[in-house]
């Protein structure tokens, strides 16, 4: 289990089998990449300077997100994630506006303001399920996304993705458990960005690593360099290719280094070695790329720090958009409890919009009623 | 027609709702070939085959997880927890998942999902065989909770919560899974969610009830009606969630004395809602104060339950107390 798939080194050095992709390919995965920075600086500042409430830095596990984004096709394919995975939506084409409008909880959000920032949910351009905050609870449902997938005779798969804190809880067991059991065709990506808020793996398990603990389940464990988007896209692609060919499913554990604290309201200096900082900080999944690409002649500097200046004006312009749109209209705390507004709760929305526009609250500045 | 038990006429519904719909789909601990623990699944994995009824692990957090799953890609599973007081470890999954995601994802993925469930006493289970927990889960925003209390309504909701759009928890009395036979017409009808009916006719007091509950009052209100002339309505809820409120508070308007019968522990229990609601709805109305009768704030006990269940004797106490005020 000390294998770790690596296809390049931290110089950006091929040290295995580069995968035949065009060039194309490289150049999408590098921009999401970048772009996956951009838009968790822009999320950092936000945060920072009490624009938004809250984030979850997303630094330093860029290629975990976006190589095994790259390997999906999401015309069939579906996502059920956790919260630090901003790269699979911005490969997949969500637009950063839209995310922001999460950030923001404005009233074009797709979750309506209703969840904290972060918590992304979209069916279009992907199946990107609803994040939750309670942890491991999307790993069985991802199964049985697959489970009715195969029942219906189909040959999508199911990524799933958590931290290795949620290797401990329940969900991680139940859903690599009935995985075995069932065959399904899904892909468990396991984020070893080695903390669970301030605790690190050795307080999450005596196990020699999480990939292992597939063994026990039946099912087969990978470990991958989760610095190396290369290396990612391999082991996800293999996954996805045999989740699809009835083979069942994989756990992939992609090893890396969650280089900002859990959250916004986290300080990750009280309990992170700072040399443990400089250590992945050589190892950064972006300068790797870049350098194994102007290697390979795909991308030249010029190019690089322009795409680089676009990916920051992008974000800074999404956020902009965002921030001028409204909050949603009061009576949307009461829609989408069930797919019909019971009595009771149409008594409540009528009170509490009564309630605060008698007392001029609930009410835009452009008037329209009620905000 | 046919004369159906309880438990006969949840696995017709099961049968008549799996051919209608193919998305339809059974799943839970030994729910296949064995039919279930109480045989409410009986012959479905004969007739269906195993993608359609299936045995799970042992999991219950896998099983509701796993359902909800499958709820969000298009088809209708219908989860079986082998008793009420076995769903505690899928608690999580049910009420921060399928009862929030139309929710959080502003109705991008929904849980068109039932999870079935035997829940109470009445045969010598113990602490961890014959819980009422209905008040864990009415409390949850965005799931349903139904309760049958004869055969022919246990049918007609459970076809009706597997056509609902969200999730269902359908509670099943499990002392009445063999209590009683009753005609049960063949084929497919639903009972509204959502809707309470009128189980003995009365106007001098009103008893909601429902569940196993629903014959106890019954019985409780025929004594009543014979030793002091008096007629007692029973109401049996059927919906707990969500509740036709207009109905009780209508009742209660037009009965004046008011009896809630629950099986489940006192305190912040779902009878209390509904004493709260007639307090708050229709006070004016009451000729005497709310009595609750209900289990107790222990848990359950074994050898000695039928003490701790109520029995008509305790209700005609009640109804007799409201009476006499």
């Known amino acids: 289990m000390s294998d770790l798939l690596q296809i390049i080194d931290r110089e950006g050095n091929k040290v295995g089998t580069v995968p035949r992709v065009k060039k194309e390919v490289f150049l999408d995965m590098y921009r999401a990449m970048v772009r996956t920075r951009a838009f968790d600086d822009r999320c950092m500042k936000l945060q920072r300077t009490g624009k938004v409430g809250f984030s979850v830095p997303n630094r330093g596990i860029e290629a975990v997100s976006v190589g095994a984004a790259a390997a999906l096709d999401i015309s069939k394919d579906w996502v059920a994630p956790h919260y630090r995975d901003f790269g699979i939506m911005l490969y997949h084409g969500v637009s950063p506006e839209r995310m922001m409008d999460t950030m923001f909880g404005n009233e074009a959000d797709s979750a309506v303001g209703r969840q904290m920032p972060v918590h992304f949910s979209f069916r279009k351009p992907l199946n990107f399920l609803s994040i939750s905050s309670p942890l491991g609870t999307q790993v069985p449902q991802a199964v049985g996304i697959a489970m009715a997938m195969k029942t219906r005779g189909e040959d999508g798969a199911v990524l799933t993705t958590f931290g290795d804190g949620s290797t401990s809880a329940s969900g991680f067991h139940s859903g690599m458990n009935w995985a075995g059991v069932f065959n399904s065709p899904t892909v468990f990506l396991c984020q070893n960005n080695q903390w669970a808020i301030s605790c690190p793996s050795e307080q999450q398990t005596k196990s020699s690593s999480y990939a292992i603990k597939g063994e026990a389940y039946g099912v087969p464990g990978v470990r991958v360099d989760g610095n190396d988007v290369l290396a990612m896209y391999r082991a996800v692609s293999q996954a996805v290719k045999r989740a699809r060919a009835g083979d069942g499913p994989t756990l992939i554990e992609a090893v890396t280094f969650r280089m900002g604290g859990h959250s916004t309201s986290d300080d990750p200096t009280k309990y992170v070695d700072p040399e443990l900082v400089t250590y992945w900080e050589q190892r950064d999944p972006i300068v790797r790329f870049s350098a194994f690409l102007h290697a390979e002649g795909i991308l030249n500097e010029a190019a690089d720090a322009t795409l680089r200046e676009e990916a920051k004006d992008e974000m800074l312009a999404a956020a902009r958009a965002a921030e001028a749109k409204p909050v949603p209209v009061l009576t949307s705390v009461f829609e989408d409890v069930f797919e019909e507004t019971p009595a009771h709760l149409k008594k409540q929305s009528a009170f509490c919009v009564d309630h605060y526009s008698s007392r001029g609250e609930g009410v835009n500045e452009k008037g329209e009623f009620p905000l | ?325």
């Open chain 2, 1 to 325: 027609m046919s004369e159906l038990t309880l438990v006969q006429a949840v696995n017709d519904g099961l049968r008549v709702a799996m051919k209608e719909d193919e998305s339809v789909l059974v799943l839970g601990q030994d729910v296949g070939p064995k039919g279930g623990v109480f045989l409410a699944t009986d012959g479905l994995h004969a007739e269906f085959g195993e993608d359609r009824c299936f045995d799970t692990p042992l999991s219950e957090d896998g099983i509701v997880g796993v359902g909800i799953g499958m709820a969000m890609n298009g088809m209708k599973p219908v989860c079986e927890i082998q008793f009420q007081d076995f769903i505690f470890p899928a608690f999580d999954q049910i009420v921060s998942e399928a009862a929030k995601m139309r929710y959080r994802s502003g109705g991008q993925y929904t849980v068109p999902m039932v999870i079935r469930t035997p829940y109470g006493g009445g045969i010598r289970g113990g602490l961890y065989h014959s819980q009422s927990g209905e008040a864990y889960f009415a409390h949850t925003p965005g799931l349903k909770v139904v309760i049958p209390s004869n055969p022919y309504d246990a049918k007609g909701l459970l076809i009706a919560a597997i056509q609902d759009p969200d999730p269902v928890l359908f509670m099943e009395p499990k002392a009445l899974y063999r209590a009683f036979r009753q005609e049960v017409p063949d084929g497919l009808y639903t009972v509204p969610l959502s809707t309470t009916a009128t189980v003995v006719e009365g106007e001098d007091c009103v008893i909601y009830c429902w569940g196993a509950m629903v014959p106890v009052c019954k019985t409780a209100a025929e004594r009543v009606s014979e030793s002091r002339g008096k007629s007692i309505r029973v109401i049996d809820l059927r919906t707990l969630m969500p509740l036709d409120e207009e109905a009780v508070i209508q009742a209660t308007r037009e009965c004046g004395r008011v009896v809630v019968v629950q099986e489940a522990p006192r305190f912040c229990g779902y009878a209390s809602e509904i004493s709260a609601i007639l307090a708050e709805n229709a006070v004016d109305s009451l000729e005497a104060p709310i009595q609750r009768v209900t289990g107790f704030d222990t848990p359950f006990p074994n050898t000695l339950e039928n003490y701790y269940i109520p029995d008509a004797r305790r209700v005609v106490d009640a109804i007799e107390q409201v009476l006499d005020y």
